[in-house]
């Protein structure tokens, strides 16, 4: 058995930043990965950290405050813990620079990406940061060492994206991404993976993959005192005390089906999420809190594109274009509109249900486009302009295309002359899609309306849009210092979690990009200080 001071389970952005803030605060470190690969979901996210009043933007000249953003957390996610709020907004910053100081990471502002809902009290149009370009080094072939990014090689930041309108058919900057792949430099959630683990190294914490953690192990008076593993001996004794941060359990069909109170039928995360931590923490009697919620997305399923693990695990990717530009909309089976598709929430639409069936009332649900969006803009991973793959629904009529979804023609007809004539007047009066700078951000700066154009020439084309996650949100109950507490509100002692492995500390929905990751580094950080500090 391996000693120790500390153990962490899970190597995402909640794991490394708990073993760095404990390694810092002078505590022998060991990181337990289950995969093959670091860094879980953090790894194939966008990698941008929802920080308010952090350094980087106020240096920037954006204004800031943490009781502005408690204003705004409030406002949009009503009915949380309040301790818990007030501690991330009042400990994020703290943690961004914390991570700078103590890994090669040097955050930059993301001004492109707006808070969600920015228009609402408390709202601001910069909050984000991500990480500068980081050298890959001596860490490996990035291919091994991370799950593979979802849309292409992590070597542009966000800002880069947003700013050449990337997603929004604008050209890539080929020089600039050449110069990158041939330093050997990475940015988005795998940039912030690799400083992660440079920076955990130059701390001396012991990081071992391929080491799936079985049971919590606890001393006679019921302290957490370290973990099994699948091998014996790599199983670990931690004198001060183990730190859940597995992620969630999005992969796990029986955890999906008992607890989950929408459909989640294609998460768009690495295959290793199977709710490890939520059933260790349940077996030594921690209380549960928010099991049925999940950080809910639109995804698209190309055939045949699966994740590198030994099962060939389909690869969903998250629909980003084919909800956010012009010229596409979504209807449901019966051939209507059913949500403001460009919304960041709008996967949210899956989970109603037909009160006289008992059955999702928009599932299954389509995007559908026409022969605009394909001449200017990617869909389901398919390039602009190019032919059409013999899976990709296509008709030269609405009436064909009404026949090969099994949607009544009259209707879907119907659904479209309306939208077509509310995009026309650069107006949706249905359901507000366009109206937010959230939902600009994500479109087409050069059409006449960012997120909405008529859908009107043929060929048509559908794609089937599913309900995924980037991760979920229920777990064990934690308090201010992350330690996790039992039904009676006690702390158990030796046991803390962070990330997705913990009770979410926002929700139902989301209000910002970068919450998720910003949520793992913090409550990681504060984990990991409180081991060594407490």
């Known amino acids: 058995m391996i000693e120790a001071d ?6 995402g952005a909640a794991g490394l930043a708990a073993a760095l803030a404990a390694a810092d605060g002078g505590a022998e470190v060991v990181v337990l990965e289950a995969s093959a690969r670091w860094g879980g979901s953090t790894a194939v996210s966008g990698g941008q950290v929802w920080a308010p009043a952090n350094h980087r933007m106020l240096e920037a000249g954006f204004a800031d405050s943490a009781e502005e953003a408690l204003t705004y957390c409030r406002t949009v996610a009503p009915g949380r813990d309040e301790v818990l709020v007030e501690t991330f ?32 009290p408390g709202g601001k149009t910069a909050r984000h940061v991500e990480v500068s370009p980081q050298d890959l080094g001596d860490l490996g072939d990035l291919s091994e060492l991370v799950w593979p990014a979802p849309f292409f090689a992590p070597v542009l930041t966000n800002q880069e994206a947003m700013e050449t309108h990337l997603f929004a058919g604008g050209p890539p900057p080929m020089e600039l991404i050449g110069q990158r792949m041939s330093a050997g430099v990475v940015t988005l959630g795998a940039g912030l993976i690799v400083g992660l683990l440079h920076g955990c190294r130059k701390a001396g914490v012991h990081l071992i993959r391929d080491c799936r953690v079985t049971e919590l192990i606890r001393d006679g008076d019921g302290r957490v005192t370290g973990v099994r593993t699948a091998d014996p001996l790599r199983s670990v004794r931690a004198d001060r005390g183990v730190v859940l941060a597995s992620g969630g359990f999005e992969h796990d069909p029986v955890l999906r089906a008992q607890l989950l109170s929408g459909p989640l039928t294609h998460p768009v995360t690495p295959p290793v999420q199977h709710g490890d931590g939520l059933r260790m923490a349940g077996l030594v009697g921690a209380a549960l809190a928010y099991t049925g919620e999940y950080w809910s997305w639109p995804a698209y399923q190309a055939p045949g594109r699966t994740w590198p693990d030994p099962a060939g695990t389909a690869q969903p990717q998250l629909a980003v274009m084919e909800r956010s530009l012009p010229h596409v909309l979504w209807v449901n089976p019966v051939g209507r509109r059913f949500v403001n598709e460009s919304s960041h929430n709008c996967a949210a639409a899956f989970a109603e249900l037909d009160p006289n069936t008992h059955h999702p009332r928009n599932l299954p649900a389509w995007a559908i486009g026409d022969a605009q969006f394909r001449a200017r803009y990617s869909v389901a991973g398919i ?44 107006r949706d009066d249905d359901f507000q899609r366009g109206r937010t700078r959230y939902e600009h951000a994500f479109g087409d700066p050069s059409a006449a309306h960012p997120n909405l154009g008529p859908v009107s020439e043929p060929p048509f084309f559908a794609v089937p849009v599913y309900p995924s996650a980037v991760g979920t949100k229920g777990g064990p109950r934690t308090d201010e210092r992350a330690r996790v507490l039992d039904w009676s509100g006690n702390p158990i002692p030796g046991l803390y979690a962070a990330g997705n492995a913990a009770a979410a ?5 989301t209000f910002a990009g970068g919450l998720t990751v910003a949520s793992a580094l913090t409550w990681g950080w504060i984990a990991g200080h409180d081991l060594t500090t407490a």
């Open 6 to 11: 500390v153990v962490v389970i899970g190597s």
């Open 383 to 426: 390039p602009a302009g190019t032919p059409a793959p013999d899976w990709l629904i296509t008709a030269g009529s609405l009436a064909e295309l009404a026949g090969l979804l099994d949607i009544d023609p009259k209707t879907l007809e119907q659904t479209i002359t309306r939208f077509n004539a509310m995009a026309e007047a650069g």
């Open 505 to 509: 500390v926002f929700g139902p929905g």
């Open 89 to 120: 907004v009042r400990t994020v910053p703290e943690v961004v620079r914390f991570v700078e100081e103590r890994t090669p990471i040097r955050f930059t502002p993301v001004p492109s990406y707006p808070d969600t809902f920015v228009e609402l």
